[in-house]
């Protein structure tokens, strides 16, 4: 079987505009990957038999954030929480904030803690039957005014759901 000129034309021609759209979209396709913003790691956090991943926002000095979502995760009063650092995270400074409440009285005190690069791969937060943890912030520090947040919400557990499990 003989191809006529004019068949072999269009066919070389067909194939050049193959090469061409696939040459393009390859560079296309590595423009967009390589100006893409790089993901940021999740943490994990446990209590009370549960475990959840969290993902990281980016917020500025006002704590105006873009993409970050609150995690809850029930943590009875006195019982831990056990956060898991991905390398990326525990091998930067960091700053993991805590937010107590007294059930009692209503009272609620903040505190932090500054950690080194490669200090801690992982903490546990422990808290008394007194004290019930409202929540938890981890920051990196700040580039360009912006800095990666995770942010979980420890939400009490009823007497009744306690004594359930």
Known sequence: MTLQDRTKKILALLVAVLLVTAGGLATVVTLLVKDASPALPTITAYAHGTSTQVQAG??????????????????????PLQLSLPKDVADSNWRLNVQFGNPRTG????????????????????????????????QLPSNQGLAP?????????????????
């Open 107 to 138: 009272e609620v005190f903040d505190g932090y803690r500054d950690y080194s690069a490669g200090e801690v791969y992982s903490v546990t937060v422990p808290s008394k039957p007194d004290e019930q943890l409202l929540g938890v912030i981890i």
């Open 58 to 79: 980016v917020c500025n000095a006002n704590l105006e954030c873009d993409g970050l979502e609150l995690v809850e995760l029930p943590v009875p009063a006195g019982m």
């Open 149 to 165: 947040v995770w942010a979980i919400q420890t939400l009490p557990i009823p007497a009744s759901a306690q004594t359930a499990s």
